[in-house]
C-alpha cells in the first residue's frame, strides 16, 4: 500500500544552520523507497552549506548504497557530499550528509 507523498507531513520546514537528523523510518517510509528518497533530498536542500544532516532511513529498503547514493549523486555532485555511519538497533541505516555549498 502506497501512500500519497501529499499525505505525509515534511521531514521539516525550515532551513537548519546546524547539523540534525531526519527521521525517515517511519511506518509510511518503510512502505514507499520513492518518499525515502524524496525526503532525504528535501533535508538536504534545508541544511545550510557547513553543516550536515543525518539521514536515518527505514531498514525495509536495504542499505542505503542500493538505492539513496546514486539519487543524491545525480541531484547535487559536488555540492553534496556523504558517507555511511552505521545501522541502527532497530535496523534502520545512518548516512551523513555533508553539505559543502548551496543546493
Given at each position: 500500500?502506497?501512500?500519497?507523498?501529499?499525505?505525509?507531513?515534511?521531514?521539516?520546514?525550515?532551513?537548519?544552520?546546524?547539523?540534525?537528523?531526519?527521521?525517515l523510518?517511519?511506518?509510511h517510509?518503510?512502505?514507499?523507497r520513492?518518499?525515502?528518497?524524496?525526503?532525504?533530498?528535501?533535508?538536504?536542500?534545508?541544511?545550510?552549506?557547513?553543516?550536515?544532516?543525518?539521514?536515518v532511513?527505514?531498514?525495509?529498503?536495504?542499505?542505503?548504497?542500493?538505492?539513496?547514493?546514486?539519487?543524491?549523486?545525480?541531484?547535487?555532485?559536488?555540492?553534496?557530499?556523504?558517507?555511511?555511519?552505521?545501522?541502527?538497533?532497530?535496523?534502520?541505516?545512518?548516512?551523513?550528509?555533508?553539505?559543502?555549498?548551496a543546493?
Amino acid at each position: 500500500m502506497s501512500v500519497s507523498h501529499d499525505d505525509v507531513e515534511p521531514v521539516t520546514e525550515r532551513v537548519h544552520d546546524n547539523s540534525w537528523s531526519a527521521n525517515l523510518e517511519k511506518s509510511h517510509h518503510g512502505e514507499d523507497r520513492e518518499l525515502v528518497v524524496s525526503q532525504a533530498k528535501d533535508a538536504v536542500e534545508h541544511t545550510a552549506p557547513g553543516n550536515h544532516v543525518n539521514l536515518v532511513t527505514h531498514g525495509d529498503h536495504g542499505h542505503p548504497e542500493t538505492y539513496l547514493y546514486e539519487a543524491l549523486a545525480e541531484a547535487y555532485g559536488d555540492a553534496v557530499r556523504y558517507e555511511y555511519v552505521e545501522q541502527c538497533g532497530c535496523g534502520g541505516h545512518v548516512t551523513r550528509a555533508h553539505v559543502e555549498e548551496a543546493v
